[in-house]
């Protein structure tokens, strides 16, 4: 992501079909400089379309719950093969 903006980033309307709850309504990255380090970090944002009531009044509303996570790249790195694993694990008792 272009660190254009600094501590920034965008959402979109997903694109793809909503098939459970879980899935995202928006979909969107990030670029957050740490306060303390100064080191930058990207950030995968999932958003979803939730419902409340207002406590004052008690009429309902809508509002964005967000959630940020490694970017799925990183994520998909992370995942071990099913030839990765140590060939200890061959090596018979």
């Known amino acids: 992501m272009a660190n254009e903006y600094p501590n920034s980033g965008t959402i979109n309307k997903s ?8 899935d995202t309504d928006y979909y969107g990255e990030a670029n957050i400089t740490c306060p303390h380090c100064q080191k930058e970090s990207d950030f995968s944002i999932g958003g979803w379309i939730k419902e409340g009531e207002s406590k004052k009044d008690g009429k309902p509303y809508k509002f964005i719950g967000i959630k940020f996570s ?8 992370q995942k071990p093969k099913i030839n990765d694993f140590d060939s200890d694990f061959d090596t018979p008792f």
Do not use: L, N
């Open 15 to 22: 694109k793809f079909e909503k098939r459970t709850d879980r």
């Open 70 to 77: 490694e970017p799925r790249d990183k994520q998909q790195a």
